[in-house]
């Protein structure tokens, strides 16, 4: 679902980019035949890239207010495009660009200001023998599951991982896939009891 999520994303801002360039650039006739032809692709690019979208957040659990102003940056590009283009208004299709690169921004960072802030505060006062399963179910169950089997998107299972632990610090630290990094987030001992937790699992 990820990567189907992925594809539509870059194709709905390729065809976007394409028409607000013939847009700017006074090429209306070529805006139009573009249009024509690429409506039909266009409205099916446009529902997965909601649909995937929403799926994907919802399944991660983790709809804190970014999500929200997400969404309201998305909705408000679709309006003021359709207006734009049906108006050759070269502003307001600006204007619905920007919508969409905040919206990608607050995507990539779970933040409306782009600033991940640090967790590993958060876990400063918590026991050394419950830090890694109270870090694990604050930031990790929303995808892996309390259990580590939930799989949600693109998770894997954590109870079949072959990976060492060196391995699923690396992980940790650095994302994979849909999977943010944590490297900047939580400190180097925090990692280690995460994916001390992490094997435990396997048990």
């Known amino acids: 679902m990820l990567h189907t999520h992925t594809l539509a994303?870059?194709?709905?801002?390729?065809?976007y980019l394409m028409k607000t360039f013939l847009l700017v650039t006074d090429k209306k006739e070529s805006l139009q035949k573009f249009s024509k032809t690429f409506k039909v692709p266009e409205m099916i690019i446009s529902?997965?890239?909601l649909l995937t979208g929403i799926f994907l957040a919802v399944k991660s659990g983790d709809l804190g207010t970014w999500f929200y102003i997400?969404?309201?940056?998305?909705?408000?590009?679709?309006?003021?495009?359709?207006?734009?283009f049906k108006?050759?208004?070269?502003?307001?299709?600006?204007?619905?660009?920007?919508?969409?690169?905040?919206?990608?921004?607050?995507?990539?960072t779970k933040s409306p200001t782009f600033k991940q802030e640090s967790a590993a505060n958060e876990f400063s006062n918590t026991a050394p023998d419950a830090l890694g399963k109270t870090i694990f179910e604050s930031k990790c169950a929303g995808c892996h599951g309390?259990?580590?089997?939930?799989?949600?998107?693109?998770?894997k299972d954590l109870t079949q991982?072959?990976?060492?632990p060196g391995q699923k610090?690396?992980?940790?630290?650095?994302g994979k896939n849909a999977m943010m990094p944590y490297k900047n987030l939580l400190t180097a001992d925090q990692i280690a009891a995460v994916a001390a937790?992490?094997?435990a699992l396997k048990k």
Do not use: Q
Not at 169 to 174: A, G, P, Q
């Open 9 to 15: 994303v870059m194709l709905f801002l390729v065809l």
């Open 47 to 49: 529902a997965l890239f």
């Open 70 to 84: 997400k969404m309201i940056a998305v909705f408000s590009s679709i309006p003021l495009a359709i207006i734009a």
């Open 87 to 108: 108006r050759m208004n070269k502003s307001l299709a600006l204007v619905a660009i920007m919508f969409l690169v905040y919206a990608y921004g607050i995507s990539e």
């Open 146 to 155: 309390m259990d580590g089997k939930a799989g949600l998107s693109g998770a």
């Open 161 to 164: 991982s072959l990976k060492s």
């Open 169 to 174: 610090i690396e992980i940790i630290s650095n």
């Open 197 to 199: 937790y992490v094997e």
